[in-house]
Each structure stands twice: as C-alpha cells, then as structure tokens.
C-alpha cells in the first residue's frame, strides 16, 4: 500500500512538473529552478526572497537551460579572491620589474667580470671615504682626550674649566659624533653594494647561460 502511494505521489509531482512548463511554453515565459532549505528541487516564474541568493538555473519556454546564476559568494570568499587577485597583481609587476632589470643587466655587462670590475671600483671609492672618515676620527678622539685631561687638570687644581677649552670640548663631541655615525652609514652602504652587486653577478650568469638554475622539486 505505500508503494503504490509513494508510485502516485511521484506520479502526481511528475505531471505537475509538466504542466508548470508546459504553462510556461504556452505563455512565452522563462522560469528558473532552485534547491531548497530540504535540498529539493524547486521551479518557479519567481524566486522566492530566501533562496535569491541561492545557485539557480534559468529556463526559456521550451524548457532548455538559457543561464545559470551563480550562488552569492559569501563575505570571506569575497575577500579571499580579492586577496588573490591583489596577489596575483602584485606579482605581475614584480615579474616586469625583473624583466625590466634583466635587460638592463644584459645590454650594460657583456661579461660577469665587467660587472665585478665596476663593483670593485664601488667598493674602492668606499674605502677610500671610510679610511678619510676613520682617521678624522681618531684625531678627533686624540684631540679631545687631550682637551679632557686638560680640564680634568684644571679642576683637580680646583680652578673652574675655560668657557673657551669648555667649548672646544663640546665642538670636538659633536664632530666626534658626527664622524661615527657618517662612518656607520657608509658601512652600511658598502654591504649593501656588495650584497647588490652578488645578486647581479648571480642573475646575470644565469642570463648568460654560464650557471645552471637548480631544477625545481
């Protein structure tokens, strides 16, 4: 007995199924299909407010898939293609960059001892600015040590330190400081034209086919 009831109940949505499209043959109208919260099938000339945002295919009248509506993407997917998309981006214009820089490297450096040749004179030309740099230094700290021992005198003595010798001694401070930290910056920029130019020696043996590039794994 329920067999043959489960039978008509399938039978009866069969022919109402039919007679939906067959009304919307003869009227001309498109309608579209759902799923609903029981993940049944539904079919509709409208779609009810809840299930909007749903995936949904569109009909015409003659019963043949015209579109499909995707689902609404939820917030986090949302930002997560933007995340990619951004990415994505951002690598495209770092690859044009490289690009960009490789074809520099190949019309300016025929050979990687070119290169080496113009990071050596780089190098030197720091050298020579932190030996200068060095040595003002270190007559700056001999000058000032003289000028310490000079007032520490003065006040063993009990006498008071000449605004004069008191104004040397801070001038030669300040250019003592001064010199250190000029120094400071230019070893800071000598590793950073070496560690630059290793990078550029690197790349352009690879661009000139003399290093082979590990294969991936």
């Avoid at 022919?15 to 609903?36: R, V």
């Avoid at 120094?183 to 000139?208: G, H, P, S, V, Y």
């Amino acid at each position: 007995m329920r067999s043959m009831l489960s039978g008509w109940l399938v039978a009866l949505m069969l022919g109402l199924s039919a007679l939906s499209t067959a009304e919307a043959q003869n009227n001309g109208k498109k309608f579209q299909c759902w799923t609903d919260d029981k993940g049944q099938r539904a079919c509709g000339d409208r779609v009810p407010p809840q299930y909007a945002q749903r995936e949904r295919q569109v009909f015409d009248a003659n019963g043949r898939v015209v579109e499909v509506k995707p689902r609404q993407k939820t917030p986090e997917e949302v930002a997560e293609l933007e995340r990619q998309a951004k990415a994505a981006a951002e690598q495209r214009q770092r690859d044009e960059v490289q690009q960009s820089y490789d074809r520099f490297l190949l019309s300016t450096f025929n050979t990687p001892k070119e290169l080496e040749k113009m990071r050596d004179d780089r190098i030197a030309t720091i050298d020579g600015r932190l030996g200068l740099a060095e040595k003002s230094v270190a007559d700056n700290e001999a000058a000032l040590h003289k000028l310490r021992e000079r007032a520490a005198a003065a006040e063993k003595d009990g006498k008071a330190v000449p605004e004069r010798m008191a104004k040397q001694i801070r001038q030669f401070e300040t250019t003592l400081r001064d010199n250190q930290a000029g120094i400071a910056q230019m070893r800071a920029e000598r590793l950073q034209i070496d560690t630059k130019f290793a990078a550029d020696l690197e790349r352009l043996k690879i661009l000139r086919g003399t290093v082979t590039v590990p294969a991936a794994q």
